[in-house]
Every structure is written in structure tokens, then in C-alpha cells.
């Protein structure tokens, strides 16, 4: 956001073989940070485009742009068509001219007025190449609308006629961008068949419509479905624009569900009611002694004064207030996105209102609620339709899920209890009970009572007990942890209160925990871990050993093996003959800083910040080698408890990148053949070509749904390259 005095310069147009397309420069799960290329500049989401009445300009468009910065904006196409005087200028100046914005001009097609006044009186193809005649970056189609007061049969009688009119109405855009709205109404399956349909169309961009009176009726655990339904069976190539949606209270949520535009006409229609809109609901300027937020706009005057101006003076003032706070709330979200926080934002917002809470308690409300711990259920349990979606919702939930990246780093902010439901904490649970396997078959040992690092307290007792057949847990907030992985975010980074850790063990749930790690039957012992003084004496006298010489190498291995496991799908076996006679670089912490094998090579690194691993060209060599499977042919996507012990994915690259990636370029979209469907951004992936032979290695930033379809943008960081193979 930028408040500038003089105007700014204007947007440089796209190259046109870009023109239409999207890039994710930075993603946190399903939320991303894009870029669309259009003819009027590159537009960076998540954006706000403010709704412009052509009659009524509150805020005038020229002022959006070199004020505030905004680089995009809707205006009505059906309104400029139906007034004479507008439809004039713009036929024969463009609508840039007419509106005065040199930006990116989005306009809608009439559907809304539609729902507010009845039917509209264009055609469906008129409509569309009205929008291009005037000059539009992006135009949209006639679709029906879908209230939520309609039946199934009427709202799916919508969806069908909005699909009919697809084709006849990209013939008529030409060139154009063109939005392809998804209806369904309240109806999750009709959603999710808008969704598929329109898919296979090829607009530019999917606005997600008919929401508007469900927000006005605060239905926002509706909207949730909606946007759940929707953006889980939409192109992930294609941005999505949640259609009238302009209250900043909403934008987290949303942007945690992967939307990327927003429009809305509530900065000025509030303004004019007296009405200020704030991240925490909506605040009236006849109540206020104290702005609740400060902003250029208000600065220089007291809400008294405000309210002692005249009624156009006001809602001048008030739109221009509303409009900062929008795009201050969208500016926080783009940087939680950055910093892999937007969940936690989500769930703040979540308690400012309590529509808004319920719907964010029905979307954590997953099928994994039987494995969290009862405490943490207290709050959750609370929604009346707790569980009531569990199998009908599994496959969206982890549609969100599965696009998570952890390890990440960072600390783990325990904000509410809502902390063991964010998505990238259940990734990461997930992973962890797939992939780890108990070597061991002798009692488990659960340490609890104490933050990490772990080691710092016990190191020295796990060292002299390693080579007993106890199996050894961490108990933490999250769950229970493998000594073998004490230092894996996010468990070992929880940053939160001193009693998350003193809580006393609940044997029933640890029990359940284990079960998930395929540990059954096996006598539980627990040991509080809070006081060191004696801990030693304490923990031989309770575990019936006798004191033994350190084994530190012993415990690296395990370490080393276990990592390999879960955070590269490498099977028990081959981790077990890699690490043979392993030897190891450490840090002045005594942590492992290398890995090397006993005949010399370097093969990965632990990464000492969140406690993932990088490979060396040595260690991608090794895991090339070790592949079973034949190359992968599509771009199909399994859960994470499918393909385990099949190695590190494999990314096939078309010949033309081959001699790039090998020198160590990125993997671009649009050069990619196929990939393995366990496939995870942020994870270590092999890149090889046609024939299978080991080009580079990197970290996809995309799911195989995304390599499918995106053509523009990074699809893998590389992070070193072999040459041409």
C-alpha cells in the first residue's frame, strides 16, 4: 500500500505471450502470493479490486491508483451498456478513459443486478463482447445467479445453464480474459460440480458468485463450504475471486482457503451509512469517542468532528478510512503468507466474531478429531455439528491438508487450541505416523514435563539407555514425538506457556497416540523430565537398568535413519545399509552437521533450524539409484500414508529444459512430464528426464495437480545440478 503525493507512473503492459497467465511466487498451503499477467500490468494477488459505480465514484479511480497503489479495479459493464452517455465514451475512448484508471479494469457482467433488480435485458454473447469492445482487461460472463433461498432443483438448474453458456461466451471474448463464475448455491455438490465443469473451459480466471447474501446474512460457516467445495475441485492454475466479498473480518479465512481476488462496493456503501469497517466486524461513527484504528485519512480529526461535517464531507472521509483499513488488513494477510502464518491469522480473526468462529470451528473439525487430545477438544467440541461432516468433508479437508509444507521454520506460536488443528501441524502428524517405524520392542519411555531442547536435559541419559529395547517418546503439545526426531519442527518449536508442558500425562490418550505409531500392548512407563537434579539416579531406579557407558554414534544413526524415513521416504532398509558405519561432522552444539558414508560420500545435511535435510549431488545420486518403481506417467496425487518406503519423488522434465536444470536453473512450469504422485511442496524431489537418468536436485514448491496445469513460475528450486546426463 502506498499513500504518495504525486501520481504514479503508469503500469507497464505485459508481454503478450504472458498475457492470462498466473505464477505463485510464495505459498503458505493453499494460501499464495501471485502474480497476473494481464495488459495492463502484472497484478499482484492477494489484491482488492473496489467496486466503481461509472454515476457514483466515492473515491475517485485515478486517486486508487496513485494513492493508494491499487493496480486493479470492477466496474459495471451492464451499467456503462444500459446509459447511453457512458456506453458513448466508452465505445469510442475505452473504459481506461471513462473511468480515468490506468490500471487493470475488471467489470462485471449484469448477474448481480440481476439478483437486486430482476432480470437484465442483454444477451449473453452481447454482453461479453460489449466488454470487449470497450477495452476491459478482464471480462465476465452472463451466469445465473443462485440465491440461497433456492432449491437443489432450481440452483442446479443455474449451474447447468452457466456451463451451457461458457462456450458461446469465451467465442465471444476473443482475446479477452474472461472470468467463468462458479454457482451452486449453499448446495456443496453443486458447487463442486460448477467447479469441475467450468474447469474445463479455458478462462482466465474463476470468481466464486452467489455469496453476497449469504454475507449479508452472516452465514460465514455457509461461505466456508462454499469456498471449500469450490476452490477444492477448481484449475489451480487459475486465480480465484471470492465475487462481492470486500469486509476485511473475512480475508484470512478466505486467503488461508486459497482465494486471490476480492471485490466490493462496502468501503463506500458503509461510508455512506456511517459505518466504519474494521479486521474485528464493523463500528459505527456515531458511537466512537476513539478511532479503533488510525489511518492517514482520520489523523487530523476526532470522530466528534467527523460526524459534525456534512453528509457528502462524511462519507468522503469514512470511504477513504474503510478503504485503508481494507488493504491494511490485505497487506497483513500477503505477509503471513510470507511468513507461513496466515492459519494463525485465521484463527485469531476467528475470535472477533461469532459467525465467524463457527465457521472457522467447523472447518478444524476434521476427520482426525478422534486422535486429538481431550483438552484440546474442549472449545471444538462445543460446535453443535462437530464430526457431523466427517467422511462427506475427508476428501476437501485434505485437499487443504496435503498442500501443506513442514518442516518449516520459525516457532510454533501456541496461540489457542486451536494450534493442533492448524493444517501444516496435521501434515505433519500425518507424515510422522506414516513413514516412522518402532525399532524397538521393549517398554516405551515417555518423557514429559519440560520444553525443548530435549537434549539439553536428557542427552546424556538417552546416550546410555539407546541400546536397551526401550522405545523412547517426547510428550509435547502436539503429541507425542521419537527421540530419534526431538529437534523436527513443529513440535520442537512451540512457543507457549510454561504450563503447556507441566500438564500431567493422560495414559488413555498416550496410548491412542501410540496406536497411531503402530505401538500396541507394550507396557507404558512415563518420567517427568522438569528437574534434573537426580534425574539420572531416578530414571535407572524406575527403568530397572544399570548405568552403561555412553553410545552417542548409536544415537545419531537412529537419528540419521529415522530422518530419512519420514522426511524422504526412504524404506527402513536402505536407510539401515546407507548408515552403515556412518560417520559424522558435528556442530559446536554437538549437533550433526554431515552425514557421511563409510566410503567417504557426503550425502545430506540436517538442516539445524527446523530439523529437516538437504541433499548433497552425492546424496541424490545415492537416492536415484536405490528407485524400484518405473518413471511416473501422470500427475496423480496420494495420500501420505500411500507409497511409503518408495524413495524421494522423482519430477520428469521435457529434453528442452534438460541442459538448464542441470546446470543448476530452477524447473520452470510448462517443462514438466510427470511426476510421483507423493510429490509435496517443499520437499526434496529428483529431477530426471524421458529416459530416467538424474539431472538435479531440488524442493518442489507445487503439488502434482499444480505441475499439471500451471505454465508460468518456478515448479522446483534447484539445488544443485549433475550437468546434461
Not at 146 to 166: G, L
Not at 304 to 320: N, P, Q
Not at 560 to 578: M, T
Request: with cysteine; hydrophobic share 40%; proline share 6%.
Amino acid at each position: 500500500m502506498k499513500w504518495l503525493d504525486g501520481g504514479r507512473p503508469d503500469p507497464k503492459p505485459g508481454r503478450e505471450k504472458d498475457l492470462g497467465r498466473f505464477e505463485i511466487t510464495v505459498r503458505d498451503g493453499q494460501a499464495r502470493l501471485g502474480r497476473l499477467h494481464t495488459s495492463h500490468g502484472v497484478l499482484q494477488t492477494p489484491c482488492l479490486l473496489p467496486v466503481v459505480n461509472p454515476n457514483i465514484r466515492t473515491i475517485e479511480p485515478r486517486e486508487m491508483y496513485d494513492k493508494y497503489g491499487i493496480e486493479a479495479l470492477i466496474t459495471n459493464s451492464y451499467v456503462i451498456w444500459k446509459h447511453d452517455h457512458l456506453k458513448e465514451v466508452a465505445l469510442e475512448k475505452g473504459v481506461h478513459e471513462l473511468i480515468d484508471f490506468p490500471g487493470v479494469i475488471m467489470t462485471d457482467s449484469g448477474t448481480f443486478q440481476s439478483y437486486v433488480y430482476g432480470d437484465v435485458e442483454v444477451g449473453v454473447d452481447e454482453i461479453v463482447n460489449f466488454q470487449r469492445e470497450i477495452g476491459v482487461d478482464i471480462a465476465t460472463m452472463l451466469d445465473v445467479f443462485s440465491r440461497p433461498d433456492m432449491t437443489f432443483t432450481q440452483v442446479e438448474a443455474a449451474v447447468d445453464e452457466t456451463i451451457n453458456r461458457a462456450e458461446i461466451s469465451l467465442a465471444a471474448a476473443g482475446n479477452v480474459m474472461l472470468n467463468g463464475p462458479i454457482q451452486g448455491g449453499i448446495f456443496p455438490e453443486l458447487r463442486s460440480k460448477s467447479a469441475r465443469a467450468m474447469s474445463e473451459f479455458g478462462f482466465a480466471i474463476h470468481p466464486i458468485g452467489g455469496i453476497v447474501p449469504v454475507m449479508e446474512q452472516q452465514r460465514y460457516k455457509e461461505l466456508a463450504k462454499i469456498i471449500l467445495a469450490s476452490k477444492s475441485n477448481l484449475n489451480p492454475s487459475r486465480p480465484v475471486h471470492i465475487f462481492g466479498c470486500g469486509h476485511p473480518m473475512l480475508f484470512p479465512m478466505l486467503v488461508a482457503l486459497g482465494a486471490d481476488l476480492f471485490d466490493s462496493a462496502a468501503y463506500a456503501l458503509f461510508a455512506r451509512d456511517g459505518r466504519l469497517l474494521t479486521p474485528w466486524g464493523t463500528e459505527r461513527i456515531d458511537e466512537l469517542t476513539e478511532w479503533p484504528i488510525l489511518v492517514p485519512s482520520v489523523v487530523n480529526h476526532t470522530p466528534a468532528e467527523v460526524r459534525a461535517m456534512s453528509k457528502e464531507e462524511r462519507t468522503t472521509l469514512l470511504a477513504h478510512f474503510n478503504l485503508e483499513v481494507t488493504l491494511q488488513e490485505l497487506s497483513r494477510c500477503r505477509q503471513a503468507v510470507r511468513d507461513g502464518n496466515i492459519w494463525r491469522l485465521a484463527e485469531r480473526r476467528s475470535h472477533e466474531h461469532p459467525r465467524l468462529r463457527e465457521a472457522f470451528l467447523w472447518l478444524v473439525t476434521n476427520p482426525s478429531l478422534s486422535d486429538i487430545e481431550p483438552l484440546i477438544l474442549d472449545e471444538i467440541s462445543s460446535s453443535k455439528e462437530t464430526g457431523k461432516h466427517k467422511g462427506r468433508w475427508e476428501e476437501n479437508w485434505n485437499w487443504l491438508v496435503q498442500s501443506q509444507t513442514t518442516p518449516r521454520g520459525g516457532s510454533e506460536s501456541w496461540g489457542s487450541q486451536d494450534t493442533h488443528e492448524r493444517p501444516h501441524v496435521e501434515m505433519a502428524r500425518r507424515r510422522i505416523f506414516a513413514r516412522w517405524n518402532s525399532s524397538k520392542s521393549g517398554d516405551v519411555l515417555v518423557l514429559h514435563g519440560a520444553s525443548p531442547p530435549w537434549r539439553e536435559r536428557v542427552g546424556e541419559l538417552v546416550d546410555r539407555i539407546v541400546n536397551t529395547e526401550l522405545e523412547i517418546m517426547v510428550l509435547t503439545p502436539l503429541g507425542l514425538i521419537p527421540w530419534s526426531l526431538e529437534d523436527l519442527n513443529p513440535w520442537a518449536h512451540i512457543d507457549g506457556p510454561d504450563w503447556l508442558w507441566k500438564r500431567k500425562p493422560d495414559h488413555a490418550w498416550i496410548t491412542r497416540e501410540l496406536e497411531r505409531f503402530g505401538i500396541e500392548h507394550r507396557r507404558l512407563i512415563t518420567l517427568d523430565i522438569s528437574e534434573t537434579e537426580g534425574l539420572h539416579a531416578r530414571a535407572f531406579a524406575m527403568l530397572e537398568l544399570e548405568p552403561s557407558d555412553r553410545d552417542q554414534d548409536a544415537v545419531k544413526t537412529k537419528q540419521a535413519i529415522d530422518k530419512l524415513c519420514v522426511l524422504s521416504n526412504i524404506s527402513k532398509e536402505q536407510a539401515d545399509k546407507i548408515m552403515e558405519d556412518a560417520s559424522f561432522a558435528m556442530s559446536r552444539t554437538g549437533r550433526i552437521r554431515n552425514v557421511i558414508t563409510s566410503d567417504g560420500r557426503h550425502i545430506f545435511s540436517p538442516r539445524l533450524g527446523e530439523g529437516g535435510i538437504s541433499y548433497t549431488i552425492e546424496g541424490a545420486k545415492w537416492a536415484h539409484s536405490i528407485r524400484k518403481l518405473p518413471l511416473p506417467k501422470g500427475f496423480e496425487t496420494s495420500a501420505i500414508d500411500e507409497n511409503i518406503g518408495e524413495g524421494l519423488a522423482f519430477v520428469v522434465i521435457d529434453e528442452d529444459a534438460v541442459p538448464f536444470v542441470g546446470q543448476g536453473r530452477n524447473v520452470m512450469h510448462g517443462f514438466i512430464l510427470a511426476c510421483d504422485p507423493w510429490t509435496r511442496p517443499d520437499e526434496t524431489v529428483l529431477i530426471v528426464n524421458s529416459s530416467g537418468k538424474l539431472v538435479a536436485v531440488g524442493r518442489a514448491t507445487s503439488m502434482p495437480s499444480e505441475m499439471a496445469t500451471f505454465s508460468k513460475g518456478i515448479a522446483v528450486r534447484v539445488r544443485e545440478g549433475i550437468g546434461c546426463p
